[in-house]
């Protein structure tokens, strides 16, 4: 790697106070995202967590220890996570966005479209709590009660999660991680203000799925008045009248994403320690944030790296420590809380970066990377309950093993040749100059549209700056023939024939984006 290539990969020292300084300004200008984000996530954690559900399967399905490995005593039942039920109904309900969405269009974007969504999460986390609390209803009752709150949560969740990445999705990818680390430590704040005082019992339980209960319209009201700042109806239509193209790498990176976590929870439900893994879920969501700030604070990293380069093999650390050191298994779950929530972040900012720069439907942006999230974890955890049968404690170290080598094999495949057409590899996740309409802002926003490759960018932003061929060669040490190449390739995906012309298409999308930012900044 040569010495310009490793300079570039450092901030310099005004790039680090202005990230340093920019998170701060961002709790102060737009903490209400946070704070919604917050809620919203404290809200699924309490409704995805209680008592194992007994499900009933016909005779000889199930090996014969199972039934005793779920302390049934029997072979016609099979013991599932509380959270089996939500995450297949927002599967499901994800699905149902998506489809509905490519075939009408249509976006609810009425004032009493948030209200109804809290009421539907109010509801889901009223009747997981009743559920949760009286388990002595006949097995018909209890089930329809699981139920109707599993198809509720899962509602609400997909719902919800539409319309907080339609705001990220607003005010971009720089201002989408911010926001996200602020989201995390105040979830992460609430829900330890809920659940250590009492010292983490079946107490602990209660209460964090009793506040649970207010959680949604403090979100809806949170989130509201942020809208509010927004112009309505471009708000809600962005991106509502675009083609629709399937993004297929982020959809496989959610979906191996999914399977991982759904390893994670199932080992931990077979384990008995579900709900005992909440302090190392605060601890690594914690860790996950320091450690994001601080890649920011120093390092420039495009997506492509942070997401298959850092994050991926960040989670597959923590199943190598867990099955390295089965007897200290809370090591390598912290590091894997760290490391999912640190790939969570990147992902939001991925939308976001689809939605902001590309003008994608944050409905669409949503739904099929969730889909494929949600039915990942359905799919990794029934895989484990398989896999591990009546033997958890002895097998679950060799499927750590397992999935690590998966995680690292998923990494190499997923972050070779371009990510989706559009290019978003190359884009920089920190990267927030397209509110101002700046021009390297703007060179980056059409090349993203372009699927121009990182070199090619440079060259453009310097033809772009009136350089000649001369000058760029210098400024890159590149050769004429170089220069050439990734000249011609400009021209070729931005369909122009001269710098000239290229300079005209630039100014043109600048000052398109200058009112944009007008626009909001009017409200």
């Known amino acids: 790697m040569s010495n310009e290539h ?22 102060a200008g737009r903490g209400c995202i946070a704070l919604s984000f917050a809620c919203y996530t404290a809200w699924m954690m309490a409704c995805c967590l209680g008592p194992a559900v007994a499900v009933p399967v016909p005779p000889g399905c199930l090996p014969l220890d199972a039934g005793a490995a779920a302390g049934l005593g029997s072979a016609a039942a099979v013991s599932v996570p509380a959270w089996a039920g939500p995450v297949l109904a927002m599967a499901v309900s994800s699905v149902v966005i998506a489809a509905r969405f490519r075939r009408t269009r249509r976006v609810p974007s009425g004032s009493s479209q948030l209200v109804a ?23 018909v009752a209890d089930a329809v009660l699981y139920g109707a709150a599993s198809a509720l949560t899962g509602i609400g969740a997909a719902l919800f999660r539409v319309e907080i990445d339609r705001a990220f999705g607003w005010v971009g990818t720089q201002q989408t991680l911010y ?85 994670l929870h199932a080992i931990l439900f077979l384990l008995g320690a579900s709900f005992a893994a909440v302090p190392a879920l605060v601890i690594g969501q914690l860790i996950a944030v320091g450690l994001l ?27 190598l420590l867990l099955a390295a050191a089965p007897q200290v298994p809370w090591a390598g779950v912290t590091v894997l809380f760290a490391g999912f ?3 969570d972040l990147v992902l939001w900012s991925l939308g976001a970066c689809l939605m902001k720069n590309m003008g994608l439907p944050a409905t669409w942006v949503a739904s099929c ?5 949600f039915f990942g974890v359905l799919a990794g955890g029934a895989v484990t309950c398989v896999a591990l049968g009546g033997h958890p404690r002895e097998d679950a170290a060799m499927l750590a093993g397992f999935v690590a080598c998966l995680l690292f094999a998923c990494a190499l495949f997923l972050s070779s040749g371009s990510n989706l057409k559009h290019g978003w590899g190359t884009v920089l996740p920190g990267e927030g100059g397209l509110e101002a309409g700046d021009l390297e802002g703007v ?4 090349a993203t549209e372009r699927a121009v490759t990182q070199r090619e960018t440079e060259v453009m932003l310097l033809l772009a700056q009136g350089k000649s061929r001369r000058a760029i060669c210098e400024a890159l040490t590149v050769s004429p023939d170089t220069v050439k190449t990734h000249v011609r390739a400009v021209y070729r995906k931005l369909d122009v024939h001269s710098q000239q012309e290229l300079v005209d298409r630039i100014v043109a999308e600048r000052e398109r984006l200058v009112d944009d930012a007008e626009e909001v900044a009017l409200g």
């Open 6 to 27: 490793v300079r570039n990969l450092f901030n310099a020292a005004e790039e680090r106070r202005s990230v340093a300084f920019g998170v701060g300004r961002s709790a």
């Open 117 to 139: 969504l809290a009421s539907i999460m109010t509801l889901a986390a009223a009747l997981h709590l009743t559920w949760a609390l009286d388990r002595s209803l006949p097995e």
């Open 179 to 263: 926001q996200g680390m602020l989201g995390v430590v105040a979830g992460t704040g609430l829900v330890a203000c809920l659940v250590f005082p009492t010292g983490g019992g079946a107490e602990s339980l209660v209460i964090l799925q009793a506040g649970a209960v207010a959680l949604p319209f403090a979100a809806a009201a949170l989130l509201r008045r942020v809208v509010r700042g927004f112009p309505r109806r471009r708000y809600y239509r962005y991106g509502a009248d675009m083609p629709l193209p399937f993004p297929a790498k982020f959809v496989a990176t959610s979906a191996v994403q999914g399977v991982a976590a759904g390893v």
């Open 293 to 319: 700030f601080a890649t920011l604070v120093f390092v420039r990293l495009d997506f492509n790296r942070f997401i298959y380069k850092v994050a991926f093999p960040f989670a597959a650390v923590g199943f």
């Open 341 to 343: 929530c640190y790939l």
């Open 369 to 373: 990377p969730g889909a494929a999230l």
């Open 443 to 446: 060179v980056r926003f059409m």
